[in-house]
């Protein structure tokens, strides 16, 4: 289909494009390995030395485990309550009848599109009549705001996919609504539910705003936070600054590598396919 | 089937749905709705938590009469207005052509696709580190690239200046966020039906008829979705900005959601807090129904 020549202009557009979106990650990668006295000076694309100090320095004098630790329990105990949940609510919406049904899932998706600092002042003061500020459960509660909506939408999108007649078949069969639901269509919905369970868990491991506003001190601060407060004695520590944001985004990388085609279906199931 | 067993399987299938459907719908009328209305109460009141003696007096519109006669709010509004502007319609620009490159075969193009989605996944604090540290003055990447090439004689301090501070934040949101404008294209483009081409090219249309005539028409609902999703999101900026200028040099970069956030927990003002995020709401949900109802035009016209 396409000549030579197009596909000259297609491959030198592919390499300038990878370029374009390669080369500040690329970039800064170096800058972590590099020590801080050449960090800016003389740029050059292979570094002039390279060492492990800034990953070092990062782990023991800045005990960056403990926002890793933190994102870990945030980010997961949000995915965990909102997928289950967010699977029995999509079910409902895409295969059950009921009134109200568009009328909800417009209420859904109306709350992904709150600015989250709508609701910033009174969370807070509803989590600290809780007791709940600089708590996990307080990064957690707020986090089921953009969470449980994003479930929803995208497991509705993969659910609407399935073909209807397997269930159908296992309900002429006798099988009951919920006995059909455990063991026909969880079971062919896993990977549309494994996707969105990545996808949320990615939100809420680079979620800032809200994890900035209720969480006080070092001990509670997740990932973004603690990068984002990142603060020398004199002066900017870029190199574990930049450390510290390749360490954060390593796991994605590897997500976005190995799951790539999924990551595309998820973010593409609710919005387009209608 | 009787009438009679028909009318009360639909009833059981509804009340199973509201069953199913009960505890997503509690946890987010309690933890989305309920504080949202919490605000808009919040900011008929004064409540300053430096001033607690004063108590939380009803003082009705005066948080808002405040808000429109501050000239740091229309600011502020402003610049997330023009932010808003410039940095969506190059996402929507540049996505599309990207989406173009995405949708051809070639060897090469997997690796392509994996490449346009670091960014994507990226947390936005890391992406406006990254720029920061290329925009770094006078030493940074950027500066050493522009002297050399001679597109500038000195290296220009662009944090400290109130319009160049702006390039850096506009460059790292096109950046992080085209990507997915173009995936959501690049979905749009895989539903057009490519006998359509074969057609148009059998009527000796060229490339550009066709692209003018099948693909933008057909690709239109793709794109009213991405501008939505991009629009809101680019209206609610905070993360990227907070890293990237801290709004500065002084308040030259100030997007509203950060002026709001500084209100509230720098200064303790919650009540005229609140009335700034009930504005930023207010706006969000205006362009969210102007959207939608286009997006529905749209639906009936292609259906």
Known sequence: MTNPGQRWVLVSAGVLLVTWVLFPVYWALIASF???????????????????????????????????????????????????????????????????????????????????????????????ALRLINTYPGVILPYLTFAMPLTVW??????????????????????????????????????????????????CWNEFLFALTFTLGPERHTVPVALALFRGQYQVPWGQILAGAMVATAPLFLIVLFLQRRIVQGLTAGAVEK | MSRNTEESLARSEARLAWLLVLPTLAILLSIALFPLLWTVWESLHLHDLRMPWRGRPFIGLANYAEALTDTRFWQAMGHTAAFTLVSVTVELGLGLALALVLHHRYRGRGLVRAAVLVPWA??????????????????????????????????????????????????????????????????????????????????????????????LPLLRPAFLVALIFRTLDAWRVFDLIYVLTGGGPGTATEPIALYAFGVMFSHLRFGFGAALSVLIFLVSFALALLYIRALGREGRGVA
């Open chain 1, 34 to 128: 590099t020590p801080e006295a050449h960090l800016f000076a003389a740029p050059s694309l292979l570094p002039p030395a390279c060492i492990l100090d800034h990953y070092r320095a990062l782990f023991s004098e800045r005990a960056f485990w403990v926002p890793i630790r933190n994102s870990l329990i945030v980010a997961g105990t949000t995915t965990l309550l909102c997928v289950p949940l967010g699977t029995l609510c999509a079910y409902a919406i895409a295969r059950l009848h009921f009134r109200g049904q568009g009328a909800l899932l417009g209420v859904i998706l109306a709350t992904t599109m709150f600015p989250q600092i709508s609701l910033v002042s009174p969370l807070y003061l509803l989590l600290r």
């Open chain 1, 154 to 203: 995208l497991l509705v999108g993969f659910l609407r996919q399935l073909p209807r007649e397997l269930e159908e078949a296992a309900m002429v069969d006798g099988a009951s609504r919920l006995r059909t639901v455990w063991e026909i269509v969880l079971p062919l919905a896993l990977p549309g539910i494994a996707t969105t369970a990545i996808l949320t868990f990615v939100y």
């Open chain 2, 122 to 215: 990226m947390p936005t604090v890391v992406a406006a580190l990254v720029w920061r540290l290329m925009f770094e003055s006078p030493v940074g990447i950027v500066n050493a690239v522009l002297t050399d090439l001679g597109v500038m004689r000195e290296p220009l301090v662009w944090f400290t200046h109130p319009l160049a501070a702006w390039v850096p934040v506009i460059l790292a949101d096109v950046w992080k966020t085209t990507p997915f404008v173009a995936i959501l294209l690049l979905a749009g483009l895989q539903t057009i039906d490519p006998t359509l081409y074969e057609a148009a090219r059998i009527d000796g249309a060229g490339p550009w008829q066709q692209f003018c005539h099948i693909t």
